[in-house]
């Protein structure tokens, strides 16, 4: 072993139980040295600032951040990994608890949270609820809504004192009967998902794990001006260090397509001649390891002069405000949503209307008029997994491995900046940790690819999470709301204003403006409608798509419109629902689909359930909302099942896995349709040059729409097979039919399909491929494919002296036809509901002056676990009345609208007072609080009353 | 942006006299590095040469000299929160060794640590201002004792000289009746409230608002006028609340750790 020198150290170490012995470099951290040297890559870096606890390893038992000890620490010490839970006789009792309790989803934070269970119940073999949390407090989870992970938590305990009851069944079959009165094999019931073995053993490779051979590692250089003009950039002392390849700047892309947007392409790939927000990549330094490239990227100079910068939609607005983008990029668009730009309102990226009937004759007829207005702040969707991606060229073809959850779509933005055909990409995207929308349609794979490109190498781009922060947020919206009441409570019209903030490029906001525009005013029956929404360019972080895209912004002025419309009518708030709710088969919205489901019965069986238990000392209130989403996206998807001699099937998907489980549901729907045994399926997914067309994996759309053409392919192997042994005994094909995993003779004869598929070929047999393709035709024909039911109710817990707003309880209601996987149906809603309880309670991002003010997971607050609700009740309806196979329909998103409306509408329950912004910090509620106690003091005309 | 560290040298001492001498060699001292290492990362701070003092013996363990309870600098935050003898003779520095942070920084962070790199936010510091600790700070010229409040000077500031490292925390053993109440919606506390309460009178100690623990006292815990402390207070406004909230949730965690002392008084 050579010496010690001064920046290395030589470490003795056990990990796994295998001694090390190795010069380490003092900078390495732990993670670093585990995944980069060791090629433990089951651990996984997050947040980097020892909030979220992805990265937890053991060290002597003790549990550590591995993201910020350093590696030199492993010294004379034992590590154990994720990889080294595994023994012979099977997974840890911990693994085998996540596994079983979907204690998981993305799998991105499962690995930390499974060593931080170890760590405490080495010390605590019976925590109490409480005392999970206490512990677990620094381990995030954006997927599950924590609960399945405190359920596993305790059933680890459990399983490690004995008392393990493995027959107790996590939610029954829901009995449901296929055509011919036999119950399912494989849907309609709650089975582990088909990755839980790979993400709680750390296997699952995420793009971040797997980057091309012989890599180069890129690091942005980052305006840290909010709007200001380029004079000039100096490369030359960044590309003298040592191990430096390239400082990739705009003038590196002559020749090539600089720009990207799948709406509007006026998103420069490398900013161009000026930077338009604090953030924005202004060049990228590319070197052999990533250390390099940062230490280097420190060493680029950028000059710039100031612009005056509007850092928020009414500074956009103003008359005299600074134009953010010159250009207009017309006729480059490939759109689906027509872009409005005007001269007098230059910053306005977009204008959109939606309308019918005579509106302001139905305000001067109406009882009351109700007016709200509400502001939603921009919120960071936090996906585990930061942004990264790996590009290189090989022969002619573009390869990029990235988080992309529209892989076919990132194709047509990279195809256009370096003037491809589309089969010379190929996009692929391994398992990603967390998407929630926010990596849909196109973020870096163009500045990726453009390195690769002037490098001619392979090269990475790993974006930590503060530069993940500044690459795409949700937009911020201040809505304002008038409502038409008749007395008895009849909605007669509505009357809608959105002003969006889309921050410096317009992304997906084109489409989170028109679904903005489409859900802030019902789904209630209007008879005369007005929505006029804006898209505004600001000098601030992008803005895209986020979980329920448009609806959660506007639904928080729409419900709580109708709350307080209730209030003033003296008609109960749920009764007013029940009054406006569109009825099934009714058209609320001209040109679409009709109501297809019982929106009244859902209603009354989620309210069934909410309700206050009553506590001293506390405010205490239930709040509840209701929202509808297009749900399916537009419905194309293609899908190709591959039969093997050995009668397995492989399922070709290019639709995502990103935690929603996707997976599962499609291996789930394959074994139904062939009839196989589930593990004879495997679904391979999302890899441009292997699998078949998907065209996004968003708007709860993979159950049904990928679920049907999965579902098509499988019928159509069916018919192939039924067609062979027809050749093969020689009989009609009526003389035939599939049972089970076999064909059948109506004289008795069967066989299974792996041996039919060689006797049909001979020669030791070949393969058959069934193909399905969903288009917008038939029960699809009309928009959107199906409804996605929102509809939350919660009660909260007020601290009167300091405004902690906890919710107590929390009611879900999952109206999905018929759920293929029911304990992913619940996962998916929790997981969304615990996303809205962060927006309504602690989520927002802040500008001050240029910059955010809390672009890390310190100081913007997503939930903990202990921010769960402690109870939680979980309806799911099933009618079968869906599009998608069985009759379902997608879900995900809905908890995700009326979360913020249902919150605020219960603090002013319990407070008196309605809140016109989100979030509902203890501070504001406090504020609240004291507004009320004063108001109240006046209208008694006495001095306040004692808080009680 | 991106944390990844800068190079840097490390040295591991095993006795004081070698530390000291490292220490003169442009080291900075380093221990659980929960927060240097954070600081590092963040590019706040970029030492050439730190100087791990986790292996010198003479600055772990938790012992009693005399009526005076000893901390090795080295110590990690889980062992004062276990430990049985801390928690008889300094319940509260428990308490806040086993609620600070989280899981992983107890198991890493040290009392040292915590202490020298004085975040206004530190529930380690707000406990010994409490209970009148005192630091010993040992150099390769000898060693001197001060009072907590002339060790912590301000936020990120405390009495520490060039060569001079701080080797244990002294914290007079006592049986006062003692609490220690904080309050955390977010990732750091918001307000820390310890009341200990002994036959000189109440001691009220409130960490996490101001730059450093501000001190008030009451000749008794009956005669506690909160209503007079809060004008006093030097409070930093930030995400967590405006200068007005925070005065407010003062006085609400004085009068509930007060009613939580009373309680166990009267138990």
């Not at chain 1, 990227?297 to 928020?312: F, G, I, N, Q, S």
């Not at chain 1, 996987?821 to 602690?842: H, K, R, W, Y």
Request: glycine fraction near 10%; hydrophobic fraction near 40%.
């Amino acid at each position: 072993m050579p010496e010690e020198t001064y920046d290395e150290t030589v470490v003795s170490t056990t990990v796994n139980g295998r001694r090390i012995k190795k010069r380490v470099e003092n900078r390495l951290t732990l993670a670093e040295f585990l995944r980069e040297k060791e090629g433990l890559r089951g651990t996984k870096v997050s947040c980097e600032s020892q909030v979220c606890g992805a990265c937890t390893v053991l060290v002597d038992d003790r549990p550590v951040s591995s993201c910020t000890v350093l590696a030199v620490e492993a010294d004379e010490a034992e590590v154990t990994t994720i990889e080294g839970l595994e023994t012979e006789a099977g997974l840890d009792p911990v693994q085998a608890a996540f596994a079983d309790c979907t204690a998981l989803q993305c799998g991105y934070c499962t690995p930390g949270f499974i060593m931080s269970t170890k760590a405490l119940l080495a010390t605590n073999p019976s925590p109490t609820r409480e005392e999970i949390e206490h512990e677990l407090e620094g381990n995030l989870c954006r997927c599950t809504g924590y609960l399945p992970i405190i359920e596993a938590v305790e059933q680890a305990a459990a399983r490690l004192a004995g008392t393990y009851d493995p027959d107790a069944a996590h939610r029954p079959y829901a009995g449901h009967l296929k055509e011919d009165g036999e119950p399912f094999r494989y849907v309609g019931r709650s089975i582990e998902r088909v990755d839980a073995g790979v993400k709680v053993t750390g296997r699952a490779r995420y793009a971040i794990d797997t980057p091309f051979p012989d890599t180069t590692h890129a690091v942005a250089v980052r305006s840290d001006r909010a709007h200001a003009t380029i004079l000039g950039i100096d490369v030359k002392v960044a590309l003298d260090v040592p191990g430096v390849v390239a400082v990739v700047t705009a003038e590196d892309l002559d020749g090539l397509y600089p720009r990207f947007g799948h709406m509007v392409p006026d998103h420069a790939i490398i900013a161009a001649g000026k930077v338009r927000y604090y953030g924005e990549p202004v060049a990228l330094v590319v070197a052999e390891t990533r250390h390099i490239a940062r230490d280097a990227a420190r060493l680029v100079e950028v000059r710039y002069e100031d612009l005056p910068a509007a850092m928020d939609a009414e500074a956009a607005l103003a008359p005299a405000a600074p134009v953010i983008h010159e250009d207009a990029y017309s006729g480059e668009a490939v759109n689906q949503v027509a872009i409005t730009r005007t001269e007098d309102e230059p910053n306005v990226a977009n204008t959109m209307h939606l309308g019918w009937g005579d509106v302001d004759a139905a305000f001067a007829e109406a009882d009351l008029v109700v007016e709200t207005e509400t502001f939603h702040p921009a919120l960071y969707a936090y996906a585990m997994e930061p942004y990264n991606s790996s590009a290189r060229f090989a022969d002619g073809y573009l390869e990029v491995t990235s988080t992309a959850q529209h892989p076919f779509m990132v194709i047509k933005d990279l195809a256009r900046v370096f003037d491809l055909p589309h089969s010379k990409v190929r996009v692929s995207v391994p398992y990603i940790g967390g998407g929630y929308g926010s990596k849909s349609y196109t973020k870096i794979e163009p500045l990726t690819a453009v390195a690769a490109w002037v490098t001619q190498r392979a090269v990475k781009l790993d974006l930590s999470i503060e530069e993940s922060i500044y690459t795409t947020r949700a937009d911020a919206a201040r809505t304002r709301v008038r409502s038409a009441f008749r007395k008895d409570g009849r909605l007669l019209a509505r009357d809608v204003d959105i002003v969006m903030d889309t921050g410096a490029y317009v992304d997906n906001s084109a489409t989170v403006l028109s679904k903005a525009v489409a859900r802030c005013f019902g789904p209630y029956s209007i008879p005369s409608l007005r929505v006029r929404g804006r898209l505004v360019y600001t000098n601030t972080v992008p803005a895209s798509s986020y979980r329920a895209l448009g609806a959660f912004q506007v639904n928080l002025a729409a419900e709580t419109n109708m709350d307080q419309a209730a209030e003033q009518l003296g008609i109960d708030a749920a009764d007013l629902r029940r009054i406006n709710l569109v009825p099934r088969g009714e058209r609320f919205i001209e040109g679409k689909r009709p109501m297809d489901t019982d929106l009244v019965d859902d209603f009354d069986q989620m309210m069934a359930r909410v309700r206050v238990e009553p506590r001293e000392g506390v405010l205490q209130a239930v709040g509840f909302g209701v929202g509808a989403n297009e749900g399916g996206a537009y419905p194309t998807s293609t899908a190709q099942v591959k039969m093997s001699p050995d009668g397995s099937a492989l399922v070709l998907s290019g639709s995502t896995e990103m935690g929603q489980g996707s997976r599962s549901i499609l291996t789930q729907i394959a074994a139904e349709e062939l009839g196989l045994d589930i593990a004879k399926v495997r679904v391979f997914q999302s890899d441009s040059a292997g699998t078949s067309f998907e065209r996004t994996t968003g708007g709860s759309r993979t159950t049904t729409m990928t679920g049907l053409s999965v579902q098509r392919a499988c019928r159509d192997i069916v018919q192939q097979l039924l067609a062979m042994a027809a050749t093969v005994w020689e009989c009609p094909v009526d003389d035939v039919r599939h049972v089970g995993d076999r064909i059948v003779h109506a004289d008795g004869r069967s066989e299974e399909f792996g041996p039919l598929i060689k006797k049909w070929y001979g020669g030791g047999g070949g393969e058959i491929t069934g193909r399905g393709t969903v288009r917008r035709e038939g029960e699809l024909q009309v928009q959107p494919s199906f409804w996605e039911i929102g509809m939350v109710a919660v009660a909260v817990d007020i601290d009167p002296e300091t405004g902690v707003t906890k919710v107590d309880q929390l009611v879900t209601m999952a109206d999905v036809g018929f759920a293929i996987n029911p304990m992913g149906v619940e996962g998916q809603d929790v997981g969304a509901a615990l996303q809205g309880i962060g927006g309504g309670l602690s989520e927002e991002l802040v500008y001050e002056g240029a910059q955010l003010r809390n672009p890390n997971l310190v100081e913007y607050r997503v939930p903990h676990i202990g921010d769960a609700p402690r109870r939680w009740d979980s309806v799911i309806v099933e009618r079968r009345d869906g599009t998608g196979p069985y009759g379902a329909k997608g879900g995900g998103e809905g908890a995700r609208i009326p979360m913020g409306g249902a919150i605020a509408s219960a603090v002013a329950r319990a407070t008196g007072v309605w809140p016109t912004e989100l979030p509902l910090t203890p501070e504001r509620v406090w504020r609240l609080i004291q507004e009320g106690e004063a108001a109240r003091a006046e209208a008694a005309g006495g001095s306040a009353p004692e808080a009680d | 942006m991106i944390p990844l560290l800068p190079t840097f040298r490390l040295s591991r001492p095993a006795t004081l006299p070698e530390a000291f001498d490292l220490l003169a060699d442009d080291g900075i001292a380093y221990v659980g590095g929960t927060e240097l290492v954070a600081a590092m990362q963040l590019g706040l701070v970029s030492p050439a040469h730190l100087v791990d003092l986790k292996r010198i013996p003479a600055l772990g363990g938790i012992r009693l000299e005399g009526e005076v309870l000893v901390i090795g600098s080295a110590v990690r935050h889980v062992e004062v929160a276990d430990s049985e003898l801390v928690r008889r003779s300094a319940p509260i520095l428990a308490r806040a060794c086993a609620e600070l942070g989280n899981a992983r920084v107890r198991a890493t962070g040290t009392v040292g640590g915590n202490l020298c790199f004085a975040d206004p936010r530190s529930d380690v510091a707000t406990a010994l201002f409490a209970l009148g600790a005192r630091v010993r700070l040992r150099s390769a010229d000898g060693e001197r004792v001060l009072p907590i409040d002339e060790f912590v000077l301000g936020a990120m500031d405390v009495d520490l000289d060039e060569g001079e490292l701080l080797d244990s925390v002294l914290v007079p053993v006592t049986v006062a009746p003692q609490v220690y109440l904080r309050h955390q919606p977010t990732e750091y506390p918001t307000i820390a409230v310890a009341l200990v309460s002994d036959p000189e009178g109440l001691r009220v100690t409130v960490g996490a608002v101001g730059e450093i623990p501000q001190r008030f006292a009451a000749p008794s815990l009956d005669e506690l006028d909160v209503e007079a402390i809060l004008p006093e207070l030097e409070v930093i406004e930030d995400l967590n609340g405006s200068e007005s909230y925070k005065r407010h949730l003062v006085g609400v965690f004085v009068r509930r750790a007060a009613a939580e002392l009373k309680e166990s008084n009267d138990a």
